[in-house]
Every structure is written in structure tokens, then in C-alpha cells.
């Protein structure tokens, strides 16, 4: 038998297929609501037949026959909904196994496009989860058997079935009321509230800056306008869900109080036996529980609407890269093949009609003014980016396309600025892979002249770096970064203003390790605007405004620069 597949509509990426795949649990679980809400059935019988038989012939034996019975049904209906509780449990973790990994990726990638992602899909995964996994969502399943209650009274007295009606149509469209007049602000408040966290993190990072300049106070007044925003339209929006609140919750009182009156009606009146009047208020109560438990839980399901939104719109932009064929240890020729690129958003090209080779061993230098392209060109030699126009390929293959485990184990990269992830010394360094040996890690430290001072920490390599932790200074981070683009020899090394936090000390460790991973046959990549970092460089790049103004030997193009119309400022930046 084929199972309705209620996700069968939803666009097709990884978190639809993995909510399509998943139909089997969920199949499950409405069985054991459709169970369950049969089972329920036996407390109105129940009741009937207490006032009809028991109170009518005083007899204690029938008494406890069915009270027995009605205490095993619902053993039986408590143990199926446990049962339908752990499958949707099930479900929950499945999905985040499923997902969440992937989640982790999409950020990256949405972030290498150019997108200021932050881990909000990770809470959006966690929220959508929550919802299908809690009782919110069990709800769903009862609300399809919302219509045999309501059938049942209708059969007992259509007046009954149709305030029961009635009843759940008015807590929908509060329900739907409440979201609508509440979502506008809540929304509003929440952007400002994020946009507030957002720039308070931003001014702790420069906390030195905002004491030495005295922008406290200013910064502050700036602060204070989305607190107040948020707050205002907080305020606004809670006032207004508890008006609809309120007025929800006489709405269930009144269906009840209303429900008892016209039951009580009906048995003066000779219309229905006595022993339904008890009946009518469990069935009806039993009918309008789900409707109640998810008006009373609608903020949290709007929110799991709105997660699954937003992380439907990730997946769509994402998609898992194709398995790719493995390809040997690079030698480490790298060649920039008509290379132009602009960022996302940009309105016109970074850089414009790259194109020369570097062989395994040489060293470029790459220099030019502030905002000439430098650093867009290291992120292209190492796959961060795709060129719009042309390609960047090491030993002939596409560094974009390649496996990125694989080619990271090639290559070394060093940013401009450089960050430490949480977790210890040892790991920053060993990229956080399980598999480096310890003398692999001690080996890069080494050459990067930063084992001495890592030996002089409190734990030494097991030293962790978290906000509360050992702070390092931008120059021993520099050094630790450096360690770990070291890390396994690789046949690209590619350095950003490599020695921008180094003392002199620490600039002649960084040129030594130039020197040897040169000696092992390894392609360096050096952007700097100190020209000393320069002596052991082999071919020299000048970049001006994103295209090659000189490209050739170090001699020719240094000889080029000293001449006194041909020297122009050069200056460190992107």
C-alpha cells in the first residue's frame, strides 16, 4: 500500500528528501494516534454505563468489572502514546543526522558567496526539530480524528456537534488572528534586537579602540536606538497576544459552560438519555484538545514554520559536491589562466585579465597599493572563491573543484587576519584532524619558530584558547597561523601579509621557513608591503587597480621600482 506522502509538494533539496524519506516513522505514528483516539472512546462508554447500569442497580461487581477494563485501555492507549512519542523522537534525531551536518556546510558556503550567514540556521534545525519532536506535533496527528468526536455528537444531538463545530472554528481563527496582528512586530523586534547584539559584539572586539577614543557614550546612544525598537515593538506585539489570549481563553471556557448547559437542555427536555450529558463533555472536551493544545502552542509553531522557511531557502542554494576522481600529490605548479573575478554584489571587477605560471619551488611576491586585489587573488589561488571569467589550477587541476579535504592537505594559507579557533594549541595547529601525529605538529611549530613560546605557556600544546583562556597577542597568533599553514609540507603555501604583527625577531623566523619549504620543492604565494620578506622570491607580481601593471624576474621588477618615475607607493590591504 502506498503512504500519502505529505511532503510530497515541497521543492527537492536535502532537508525536503530527508523529511520525504522519514514518511515511514511518521506513517507509524498516526497508526498509534488512530489507536489511541479509538481507545479514548472507552471513558465516554465508560461514564454511560456507570450512570445507566451501576447507579441504576447498586451493583458493586459491575462496578469493578469496568473499572478494571476502562484502567487497561487506558494502560494500553498511555503505552501507545509512548510508543508514538519515542517514533517521533526517532524521527527528530534521524533528521538532525541527516541534516545537520550539512547545515554546518551550507554556512560556509553561503558565506564564501559573500553572505553574512551566522550559526541562525543551527537554531533554526534545533527549533524545527523541537517542534516535530514535542507535543505540538503530536497534536497534528490527533487533529484528523478531531472530526470522528465530533461526528459521534453530532449523532448523539446535532446541536451538540454543531457548538463543538463552532467551538474549534473560533480557536482557529483567534489563532489565526493573533498571528497576524503579532507577527509584524515580533518580527521587527527581533531584527532590531539581532541588529543590537550584532553591534555590541562588534564594539567588544574593539573594545581598546571604544575606551582609548572615548565612543563609549556614542556607541551606546546607537545601541540604545535598537533596544529601544525592540522593546517598543515587543511590547506592542504582547500586548496584543494577550488581548487575543485572553479572549481565547473565555472562548474555551465559554464551549465548555456552553456545552454542559445545552446537554443539560437536552436531558430536561427529554431529548437525550441522562447518562450522555457526560458523555457530550468528554467527546467534546476530547474534540477541541488538539485544536487548544496548538493554539496554546502557537508562537512555538509559527516559529518552526518560519525556521523550516529559512532553512528550506539555505538547502535550495546548496547542494552536496559531486564525488570527485582522487588526484596525486600535487607537484606545485600553480597557473592563473585569464583570471577576472567580482564579489558578490560588487558592480565591477576586482581583478581583470590574470594571467602568468609559477613552477614548483618558485616563490612569488605579490605587491601594489591598498584595494589593488591582492588578498582576492590569494583567496582564488586557494579555492575559496570561483573566478567569475578564467581559471586557477595546481598542476593543472581547477583548485575550486578539487576535493577540498584532499587539497587542503596541499596546501598552507595564511590570511591577513588571523584567527584561532576554541579548543588547544595542538589543535589549532593540527587543523583539528585526528590523524596528525604529534611530531607532525611539533615539526610545523618549529619551522615556525613559535615552539619555544608555546613551551612557555601554562600547559604548553594543551593550552586551550577559548574566550576565557590564555590570550595570545596578534603576533603569537600570527605564528601559531603560520605553524599550521606549515603543517604536513605542503606544495602550496600561500601567505597574506605574513609578517604584518611580527617583530624583527619573529620576521627572520617567518623568512627561515620560507627559505626551507623552498628547499623542499614547495610554490610560495607572498603578499606583503615590507619588500625584505621579498629576498628569497623568485618572480615579482605588481597588482594596480585588479590587473598586472609588472610581472617577472625579482631583479627586473624590483630594478623597475627603483627607478624614481616608476616608484609608487605601496601600501598593505585587499
Known amino acids: 500500500m502506498k503512504i500519502l506522502n505529505p511532503f510530497a509538494s515541497l521543492p527537492d533539496n536535502l532537508l525536503t528528501r530527508a523529511l520525504k524519506e522519514g514518511i515511514s516513522p511518521l506513517a507509524f505514528a498516526g497508526l498509534f494516534s488512530l489507536v489511541s483516539n479509538l481507545l479514548y472512546l472507552a471513558l465516554p462508554l465508560y461514564t454511560f454505563q456507570i450512570y445507566g447500569r451501576v447507579l441504576s442497580s447498586y451493583s458493586v461487581p459491575t462496578l469493578l468489572v469496568l473499572t478494571a477494563g476502562a484502567l487497561v485501555v487506558f494502560l494500553i492507549s498511555s503505552v501507545i502514546d509512548e510508543l508514538r ?10 533528521l538532525d543526522q541527516r541534516v545537520s551536518s550539512h547545515v554546518f556546510a551550507a554556512l560556509f558556503e553561503e558565506r564564501r558567496g559573500g553572505a553574512q550567514s551566522r550559526s541562525q540556521a543551527l537554531r533554526d534545525l534545533d527549533s524545527f526539530r523541537q517542534v516535530l519532536t514535542g507535543p505540538v506535533f503530536a497534536a497534528v496527528f490527533d487533529l484528523p480524528w478531531m472530526p470522528l468526536f465530533i461526528g459521534i455528537l453530532f449523532v448523539i444531538d446535532p446541536l451538540v456537534g454543531v457548538l463543538t463545530l463552532a467551538g474549534a472554528a473560533a480557536l482557529f481563527g483567534l489563532a489565526m488572528l493573533q498571528d497576524k496582528l503579532s507577527r509584524p512586530p515580533l518580527q521587527q523586534s527581533n531584527e532590531a534586537a539581532l541588529k543590537g547584539y550584532a553591534f555590541t559584539e562588534a564594539g567588544l572586539r574593539n573594545s581598546e579602540v571604544v575606551r582609548a577614543m572615548g565612543m563609549l557614550e556614542a556607541l551606546g546612544a546607537r545601541w540604545s536606538t535598537f533596544r529601544t525598537q525592540s522593546i517598543e515593538r515587543g511590547a506592542w506585539a504582547s500586548q496584543r497576544t494577550s488581548v487575543l489570549s485572553n479572549a481565547t481563553k473565555f472562548t474555551r471556557m465559554a464551549i465548555q459552560i456552553l456545552v454542559i448547559g445545552l446537554g443539560a437542555y437536552l436531558v430536561v427536555t427529554g431529548e437525550i438519555h441522562p447518562a450522555l450529558l457526560f458523555a457530550n463533555m468528554i467527546l467534546a472536551s476530547r474534540a477541541l484538545q488538539p485544536v487548544e493544545r496548538l493554539v496554546g502552542a502557537w508562537d512555538g509553531v509559527v516559529n518552526g514554520g518560519r525556521a523550516f522557511d529559512r532553512l528550506n531557502a539555505l538547502f535550495n542554494a546548496y547542494s552536496i559536491a559531486p564525488p570527485s576522481t582522487s588526484l596525486p600529490r600535487p607537484l606545485g605548479q600553480l597557473s592563473i589562466e585569464g583570471v577576472s573575478f567580482a ?11 590574470l594571467n602568468f605560471k609559477i613552477e614548483p619551488g618558485e616563490m612569488l611576491g605579490v605587491i601594489g597599493p591598498s584595494g589593488a ?3 582576492t587573488l590569494a583567496r582564488l589561488m586557494v579555492g575559496v572563491w570561483r573566478p567569475n571569467a578564467g581559471h586557477v589550477r595546481l598542476d593543472g587541476g581547477d583548485v ?6 584532499e ?3 596541499h596546501v598552507g594559507y595564511l590570511p591577513q587576519d588571523t584567527e584561532l579557533f576554541a579548543g588547544t594549541i595542538r589543535d589549532n595547529i593540527a587543523r583539528f584532524r585526528p590523524d596528525v601525529p604529534d611530531e607532525a605538529v611539533v615539526e610545523a611549530a618549529t619551522m615556525a619558530n613559535v615552539h619555544p613560546l608555546i613551551l612557555r605557556l601554562p600547559k604548553g600544546y594543551e593550552t586551550e584558547l577559548t574566550d576565557g583562556g590564555y590570550v595570545l597577542s596578534a603576533g603569537q597568533r600570527q605564528r601559531i597561523g603560520l605553524a599550521r599553514a606549515l603543517l604536513g609540507d605542503p606544495r602550496l603555501l600561500v601567505l597574506d601579509e ?6 624583527a625577531e619573529g620576521e627572520e623566523a617567518l623568512m627561515r621557513a620560507i627559505d626551507t619549504m623552498k628547499s623542499r620543492g614547495a610554490t610560495i604565494v607572498v603578499v606583503s608591503h615590507k619588500p625584505n620578506v621579498f629576498r628569497s622570491a623568485d618572480k615579482m607580481l605588481v597588482l594596480r587597480e585588479g590587473r598586472m601593471e609588472l610581472f617577472g624576474p625579482r631583479e627586473a621588477v624590483m630594478a623597475r621600482f627603483a627607478q624614481p618615475s616608476a616608484v609608487r607607493p605601496v601600501e598593505a590591504g585587499r
Request: aromatic fraction near 12%; glycine fraction near 12%; avoid cysteine.
Open 400 to 405: 575550486f573543484s578539487w576535493n577540498r579535504t
Open 498 to 503: 605574513p609578517n604584518a604583527s611580527l617583530d
Open 373 to 375: 586585489g591582492k588578498s
Open 407 to 409: 587539497f587542503g592537505r
Open 85 to 94: 512519542t519515542r517514533v517521533l523522537i526517532n524521527y527528530g534525531i534521524m
Open 343 to 353: 564579489p558578490p554584489g560588487a558592480e565591477r571587477y576586482v581583478l581583470q585579465g
